[in-house]
């Protein structure tokens, strides 16, 4: 990101502002961390609070920010250092929906604006689901301004009592994308190791978790095996479905291999002949976007934020139609033409999505709506 001058007026102290993520997924602790860059080249003060574990994986010290260990979780003790990092801050914006809920609890009694960012939906049924709806109402009604991911998440905010929802800017952190001038550098190694020379290479990425739809993606694997050549699918990811989605794929001898969780899915993309994004939700999928960036032909379930953010630059299935997933699959690997127009319109696509900058400047021109003008030190 290009440094900018501070946002504080002359005279006055820089913005104290405080992250709040819990584990935090791909998606959310990513934008934490690009969020944080951008704001501390802006000159606001930054102090991003979750656990040990995901300032390692993310860097945010990196940026220049301070980080404060916070557990995952909302015991007395957890908000009580949540209460204490944010005891000078003049803005508290939490990420997701557990860390909304406790950053909620830890500003109790105080006047300190909270903003909220929503990226994925919670994901439960039963007596845990209707928790989670009266975390969501709580967060919401607290909350001085919601920002939703994709517009089915501002809805749900406004619907859960929120009194200003809107839909949030969210770049792609680093812009992940193979070099267009040299698209095929890594293409004929990456397919040498993954087993696919003179063979289709599908590619989804993804924990294996089953709102992935990981087990609709083996149904129509089946009808896969009939062509010639034969596609591999790889799925890269880790999780707990892994015992049962093998199986599978040994018992039902699927043209499916599970290679675990990779750092170097740009990689893999590049040498994909399409990307799959299974999902039965999704709200701005960083697989959908890196795959459009690459130029890699997508099918992706219609669901969620995925149609308004690939728009016509992606085939879309219903979610859990197996049949409609292998004929769109088949149906593509068997039409160049079509591939390169869908490669044409990611592109286009693509570069009407939010930069990082334009994502740093939504966000401060809330926590400026939010803030007054502070007082000399």
Known sequence: MTPLSSNAPHGQPPLRTVQVLGGGNAGSGAHV???????????????VCAPFEADRAYGFTGTGAAHV???????????????AACADADLVHAHGLHASFRAALALGGRSTPLVVTWH???????????????????????AAVVLGTSSDLVDQARRSGARDARLAAVGLPGQRRPAPEDPDRLRPKTRAELGTTGRPLLIAVGSLERHRGYGVLLDAARAWRDLDPVPLVVVAGEGPLRAELQRRIEDER???????????????LAAADLALLTS???????????????????????V???????????????????????????RLLADPARRELLRERGVGQAAGWPTEDETVAQVLSVYDELTQPRPLA
Not at 33 to 47: D, H, K, N, Q, Y
Not at 69 to 83: E, I, K, Q, T
Not at 280 to 298: C, G, I, N, T, Y
């Open 304 to 330: 969620g934020g995925i149609p308004d953010l690939v728009g016509d630059a992606a085939e879309l299935v219903p979610y859990g139609d197996a049949d409609a997933l292998a004929a769109t699959v088949v």
């Open 280 to 302: 039965d939700w999704e709200s701005r999928s960083v697989l959908a976007q890196e795959a459009l960036h690459a130029r890699v032909p997508l099918v992706a379930t219609r």
């Open 120 to 142: 994925n939906r919670a994901r439960a049924e039963g007596a845990r689901g209707h928790l989670l709806r009266l975390l969501e109402r709580r967060v919401a009604k607290t």
């Open 33 to 47: 961390r690009s969020l944080a860059e951008g704001l501390v080249a802006r000159g606001v003060r930054v102090t």
């Open 254 to 268: 699927l043209p499916v291999r599970l290679i675990g969780r990779r750092e170097d899915v740009p990689e893999l």
């Open 69 to 83: 260990h916070v557990p995952r979780s909302s015991d007395p003790a957890s908000v009580a250092a949540l209460r």
